[in-house]
């Protein structure tokens, strides 16, 4: 019986261990691909022309690829996408991890899983026909499709990721931490924010992670509230961000010319992005563990 149990404890460990090995190969592949492609053009155009130049006009006879309105656009869409989102997210995680009641909690939990299920295409377009409309009339600005529209539908967006994920690590938290908090004075309040959510930072910092990550990597709602014109970032200006430079222009594209090349090296850049944002949150988490 024992060797039985050996043996099938051995088989879901190689299971396991082949999946493993196959999302790391499939990482290895995916960044090979995009250095391979994505370097001819970095070097051709020359890094800092490419990283730090301002005009974006391939088609043009001086054809010029210079991709920081896009750098700073995704910057200023994902932060201004989080720093909405997180807040919202978060003490909505707390309030259904620790005060809603059971009723209220399924309404809300239901709500939070429509709204992961709801495509990026149907995103855009409430944001298309409601939002960048109300922006123009309540502004009084020429287009309301701009900056403004990208990150408020975005903030939206990250929000299903960051409920749900600090919700888990919330309940996931020792009903004991919090009954020995009661039990020295603290108000629930205070246990929640002083003792529950220190004690699931870890998971709470995962679902900033995916948060930020769901900004960045959005394409399909952005495109159809951002203008998606090549201007540097103004809150109320038409933008492109990174992955929207990418999918609105591929199509078109000459196969093998220097403008398919850059938008492979526009892909290595947000990709080189997101790997830092990840790396970044990795060592100040475990410098927090080591305290």
Do not use: C
Request: without cysteine.
């Amino acid at each position: 019986m024992k060797n039985e149990a050996k043996v099938i404890e051995n088989a879901v460990h190689g299971v396991f261990l082949i999946l493993g090995l196959i999302t790391v190969g499939a990482v290895l592949l995916i960044s090979i691909y995009l250095i391979i492609s994505g370097i001819p053009a970095i070097k051709e155009i020359g890094l800092l022309d490419f990283i730090f130049g301002k005009k974006w006009t391939p088609t043009q006879a001086e054809a010029k690829f210079g991709i920081l309105p896009f750098i700073l656009t995704s910057i200023y869409g994902t932060a201004g996408a989080v720093l909405i989102g997180m807040p919202v997210g978060f003490l909505t995680a707390v309030y259904l991890a620790k005060i809603a009641p059971p009723k209220v909690k399924r309404i809300v939990s239901s709500a939070v899983s429509l709204l992961a299920g709801i495509p990026s295409v149907v995103y855009g377009l409430v944001g298309m026909l409601v939002l960048v409309p109300a922006i123009r009339n309540i502004f009084n600005v020429a287009d309301g499709a701009s900056l403004l529209a990208a990150i408020i539908v975005l903030s939206v967006m990250v929000l299903p990721s960051i409920i749900k994920v600090s919700l888990t690590s919330l309940e996931a938290v020792p009903k004991e931490y919090e009954e020995g908090a009661l039990a020295l004075g603290s108000t629930p309040i205070e246990t929640y924010f002083k003792v529950s959510v220190p004690a699931a930072k870890s998971g709470i910092a995962t679902a900033i992670v995916l948060g930020v990550g769901r900004a960045i990597g959005e394409a399909m709602a952005v495109i159809m509230v951002s203008g998606n014109v090549a201007n540097m970032p103004h809150i109320f200006g038409s933008v492109r961000f990174l992955t929207t430079a990418v999918s609105s222009e591929m199509s078109y594209v000459t196969t093998g010319s220097l403008h398919q090349q850059a938008l492979f090296s526009i892909a290595l850049v947000l990709f080189l992005f997101i790997m830092l944002i990840n790396a970044t949150l990795n060592f100040f988490l475990k410098k927090g563990k080591e305290r």
